[in-house]
């Protein structure tokens, strides 16, 4: 079965330092999806970013990036430049490349940014 | 702007009644749709996958007649908390998937007296 592993229950990171959420994963699939999304507190799910594991360059989005990592099963985001909206609770998550398949969740990162 | 509608935001109501969800597709033709259940600092849990014109296929440990989804059209999908019951208080998401990204509505908090 397919999981979703983010360690970090919580982070903190000072305005405009960069800081990095971890995620892992598990899957035997060969051809996927995986997701940053952003839950701030009004609690609307927003994508940040995404990854097709066939591409081999990692996804940026002006300050998110990714480190797609695909034999280590890793996929880790960059925020640069951290700005106080960013603060937020953060979602990784995976999906096969089947058109009706679920979104997997992790259990998310709740970023702080201090001013 | 908004991919997905969903209202209310916010209700409350007393044990025993029944409310009903909606959740609008806005700019695709739907043909499934998902309905998700957050607890406070948890994640995502998914509930059911919501099929247009067809049933619903539940989750494992989803009561299909306390959660009743309804499909009928390419566009909207409603969710029925049946008698529901103060346990029932969560916060309630649908999504839909456009190409290959899953867009969300802004939830539903359920408060139940």
């Known amino acids: 079965a397919q999981t979703v592993t983010q360690s970090q229950p919580e982070m903190s990171v000072q305005e405009a330092e960069t800081v990095t959420l971890s995620c892992t994963y598990d899957t035997s699939e060969s051809d996927y999806y995986l997701f940053w999304y952003k839950q701030p507190p009004s609690r609307q799910m927003i994508l940040v970013i995404r990854?097709?594991?066939?591409?081999?360059q990692n996804a940026t989005e002006n300050r998110f990036s990714v480190n797609f990592q695909k034999a280590a099963k890793s996929f880790s985001l960059k925020i640069s430049d951290s700005q106080l909206g960013d603060a937020a609770m953060y979602f990784c998550?995976?999906?096969?490349?089947?058109?009706?398949?679920?979104?997997?969740f992790g259990k998310g990162t709740r970023l702080h940014i201090l001013p | 702007g908004a991919v997905v509608s969903q209202h209310p935001s916010w209700v409350i109501c007393k044990s025993g009644t029944s409310v009903k969800i909606e959740c609008r597709s806005l700019?695709?033709?739907?043909?499934?749709m998902f309905w998700y259940r957050q607890f406070p600092k948890q994640s995502l849990m998914l509930m059911a996958t919501?099929?247009?014109?067809?049933?619903?296929?539940?989750e494992q440990g989803v009561e299909k007649d306390k959660f009743l989804i309804n499909h009928a059209s390419l566009t909207l999908s409603t969710l029925t908390v049946t008698s529901a019951h103060p346990e029932d208080s969560s916060f309630y998401i649908c999504s839909l998937r456009g190409g290959n990204i899953q867009y969300f509505g802004a939830g539903t908090r359920l408060s139940v007296l």
């Open positions: 919501s099929n247009e014109g067809s049933k619903a296929t539940y």
């Open positions: 990854q097709e594991a066939y591409k081999q």
């Open positions: 998550a995976y999906r096969t490349a089947n058109r009706d398949d679920k979104i997997i």
């Open positions: 700019d695709f033709q739907a043909t499934t």
